[in-house]
């Protein structure tokens, strides 16, 4: 055996220990870094809280605005007689303000302005006649057509409120003060409405069941001050909230039933949707945050560098496949593709425990990452669910929440009908569209409000 010096051993434990410490600081100075560049939540750091956004360089942000040379405009164009709403003709007087002499017309000089009307509701009394039949002495009463049964304000008023707070996220406390109208009242609107439309959940719910695609995805909410979730199950033509104080799988499960259905629902890798009895595509754009955050994790080992290399591009190459104008035949060819290089990618051995742990995720969900591949209609990221879900993560940053079980039941269907509605109004106002159906309660209250979508 070989002998050893005191004095070299003490040396080289002494540089052990100060390796290690290097090693440590090093990776405290990484993750507060990050922490300094993504926010507390490193890659789920929402977009409002990041403290500094990479693509805001100065040199984009002291860009000018306007099209791009050849592109044709989209500025302020001006109104001809036959399209505007109203002319009103100024005069400059009759004599002049400088010396009082007498004027004669020069010219017109024309400028177009855009104004609004005033939101201030209008008191209006309605005189309904009721009149007698001269020959079988019935009595014949006037209709309104413009307000529901025993309500206080028109249609055309409960429209606006309900597009305005539910649809486009306005607070109902700046509502009541824009319009003049107590906070109770708007409360009492809403729920009136949600009982005429309640209805209409089953019906979204099997047309839901049905689509060919489907989306789902949940965030929180909070419900009378305790902390609860907004679910949504959404397609192009249909729009599914759901105010649940659980994330369970309870609520897809009443969403989606008990029976085998068609088609392929895009989620996330949350466990409640694995129960349904449904095909499943998982969505890249979570996956590829997942490997984006291996590198970021372990920036000096090469063996992540070269693996997340390979694999984050070909995640994004099949995101962006779907909507490149390629034919039929050419998408198939090339997503048949990409989907043989992800799997040979996850396929090769790995040392590192990190990469296996990204491996194992593709490998052991086969069936459930690759169904765009067939089927161009099937995407393989969920966008549309965040994209439909982030005004009402607004309106929760906005309004807290709801104050009670029965604001979450009506903000539920409210909800739904409004949205499923600016799917199909087509190039209508959508506050036009559901006032259209306000009129048609108002003449039968006791219509099928399926009859009445348009």
């Known amino acids: 055996m070989g002998s050893y010096c005191e004095g070299c051993f003490k040396k080289q434990l002494k540089i052990d220990q100060l390796l290690e410490e290097n090693r440590l600081l090093k990776a405290r100075l990484r993750y507060r870094e990050r922490k300094e560049n993504e926010g507390f939540f490193g890659t789920s750091t929402p977009s409002s809280k990041v403290p500094f956004k990479s693509d805001a360089d100065e040199e984009k942000t002291n860009q000018k605005g306007g099209a791009l040379t050849g592109h044709p405009g989209h500025g302020r164009g001006s109104h001809r007689e036959d399209t505007a709403d109203e002319i009103i003709t100024i005069d400059a007087g009759e004599r002049c303000p400088e010396c009082g002499g007498e004027l004669s017309l020069k010219e017109i000089r024309k400028r177009t302005v855009i104004e609004s009307e005033s939101v201030k509701p209008k008191k209006i009394l309605y005189k309904l006649q009721h009149k007698v039949c001269q020959r079988c002495s019935k009595v014949i009463r006037a209709r309104l057509s413009s307000v529901l049964p025993k309500s206080l304000y028109g249609n055309q008023l409960t429209s606006q409120l309900s597009v305005m707070h539910y649809f486009h996220g306005v607070p109902m406390g700046r509502i009541a003060e824009m319009f003049g109208i107590n906070l109770g009242s708007i409360v009492n609107i809403f729920h009136r409405l949600s009982r005429y439309f309640a209805p209409v959940m089953e019906i979204l719910k099997e047309q839901y069941r049905l689509a060919i695609v489907k989306h789902a995805d949940e965030t929180g909410w909070r419900i009378d001050g305790q902390n609860g979730y907004v679910w949504l199950f959404c397609t192009s033509k249909v729009s599914l909230f759901c105010f649940e104080e659980t994330r369970s799988a309870r609520v897809p499960r009443d969403i989606?039933?008990?029976?085998?259905?068609?088609?392929?629902?895009?989620?996330?890798?949350?466990?409640?949707?694995?129960?349904?009895?449904?095909?499943?595509?998982?969505?890249?754009?979570?996956?590829?945050?997942?490997?984006?955050?291996?590198?970021?994790?372990?920036?000096?080992?090469?063996?992540?560098?070269?693996?997340?290399?390979?694999?984050?591009?070909?995640?994004?190459?099949?995101?962006?496949?779907?909507?490149?104008?390629?034919?039929?035949?050419?998408?198939?060819?090339?997503?048949?593709?990409?989907?043989?290089?992800?799997?040979?990618?996850?396929?090769?051995?790995?040392?590192?425990?990190?990469?296996?742990?990204?491996?194992?995720?593709?490998?052991?969900?086969?069936?459930?990452?690759?169904?765009?591949?067939?089927?161009?209609?099937?995407?393989?990221?969920?966008?549309?669910?965040?994209?439909?879900?982030?005004?009402?993560?607004?309106?929760?940053?906005?309004?807290?929440?709801?104050?009670?079980?029965?604001?979450?039941?009506?903000?539920?269907?409210?909800?739904?009908?409004?949205h499923t509605l600016n799917k199909c109004k087509g190039n209508q106002s959508l506050e036009i569209v559901f006032k259209n159906i306000l009129d048609k309660l108002a003449i039968n209250p006791k219509a099928n409000i399926a009859s009445l979508f348009p």
């Open 256 to 418: 989606f039933g008990q029976e085998e259905l068609p088609g392929v629902l895009v989620v996330d890798r949350y466990s409640a949707y694995s129960k349904i009895k449904v095909q499943i595509q998982y969505c890249y754009a979570h996956l590829l945050r997942e490997v984006e955050k291996l590198e970021k994790d372990f920036p000096d080992n090469e063996e992540v560098k070269c693996f997340v290399s390979v694999l984050a591009p070909l995640l994004s190459e099949a995101m962006h496949l779907r909507g490149q104008p390629i034919s039929g035949e050419e998408y198939y060819l090339r997503a048949r593709e990409i989907q043989q290089k992800i799997i040979e990618t996850n396929r090769n051995p790995a040392q590192h425990l990190g990469i296996r742990a990204i491996q194992d995720i593709f490998n052991s969900n086969e069936d459930r990452l690759y169904h765009w591949v067939n089927n161009r209609e099937v995407p393989p990221d969920n966008n549309r669910a965040e994209r439909e879900l982030r005004p009402t993560v607004i309106a929760r940053k906005v309004s807290f929440g709801t104050s009670s079980d029965a604001g979450s039941k009506t903000r539920s269907i409210l909800m739904s009908v409004l």
